[in-house]
């Protein structure tokens, strides 16, 4: 007779998280395929106007996207969309990143600790408190 300990003797499988951090080349297709799964399922396609929060997927997006699709883009994001194609890339690109680095939080300050006590004030406290 065999006593049960109510774990599963199964592998844990891995999540789409951890297949993400595993991968050690960030530029490889690989990684930008597991990158596009996991955007998908938090739904960042519908709700980031590029479609993808990730800069080399935005890229790419951009090859396989008609001059029509581009000029479409550029006029959702106020871009004035003439120009040569090329231009009009580079436009969208420095875009992306504004926007992108914007909503990373990069420019969010820090909160900082406020040093309420003086560090003699401090010890007479702990003198009191800790007899």
């Not at 479609?51 to 699709?69: C, V, Y």
């Not at 871009?79 to 680095?101: C, E, H, M, Y």
């Amino acid at each position: 007779m065999e006593i049960s300990t109510g774990q599963s003797k199964a592998p844990k499988k891995a999540n789409l998280i951890d297949e993400i951090n595993s991968i050690k080349d960030k530029n490889s297709p690989e990684y930008r395929d597991k990158i596009r799964q996991l955007e998908k399922t938090l739904g960042i396609t519908e709700i980031n106007i590029f479609g993808t929060a990730n800069r080399k997927i935005f890229e790419e997006n951009l090859d396989t996207m008609s001059d029509r699709q581009i000029q479409s883009l550029a006029n959702k994001l106020k871009i004035d969309p003439a120009g040569s194609r090329p231009n009009l890339k580079q436009r969208l690109l420095r875009q992306f990143d504004t926007q992108n680095v914007a909503s990373r939080g990069y420019f969010v300050p820090q909160p900082q600790t406020k040093q309420v006590f003086s560090d003699e004030q401090r010890e007479e406290l702990n003198k009191v408190l800790n007899g």
